[in-house]
């Protein structure tokens, strides 16, 4: 179990962090306060697109399509964290440090959470 759990932190929290150094990079935090609707949508199409650029610079240098990728991918990684956190919990005869240590992962992560949701605010 808590090989499973490192393997989609360590997994995840990369890719999470460094699409958020490209939304950090280009100042767009508020470029879509809609989320998970992207105007009348629930995912971004072709029409957010910029043809100006290459398709891959569209996720580092967009500002609607990197915020939408860094929230999204930030989504599925808190939801699978609280999942394999809850799931560790609930082991019978887990000592109790480790449980401590698995409920400290599971706060910092929401915490990471209400920080990036008030940032744009």
């Known amino acids: 179990m808590r090989k499973s759990l490192r393997s989609v932190y360590h997994g995840f929290f990369p890719i999470v962090l460094l699409t958020g150094f490209f939304v950090a990079g280009i100042n767009g935090g508020k470029a879509c306060n809609t989320f998970p609707m992207v105007g009348n949508h629930y995912f971004v ?65 929401w915490a990471q959470v209400a920080i990036g949701v008030t940032t744009i605010w």
């Open 45 to 109: 199409n072709s029409n957010h697109l910029n043809s100006d650029i290459p398709l891959w610079k569209n996720f580092t240098e967009n500002k609607l399509i990197a915020q939408v990728n860094h929230r999204t991918l930030a989504s599925f990684m808190t939801l699978l964290v609280t999942y394999k956190c809850v799931r560790l919990l609930t082991l019978p005869g887990l000592h109790r440090v480790s449980k401590f240590a698995a409920g400290l992962l599971l706060a910092a992560v």
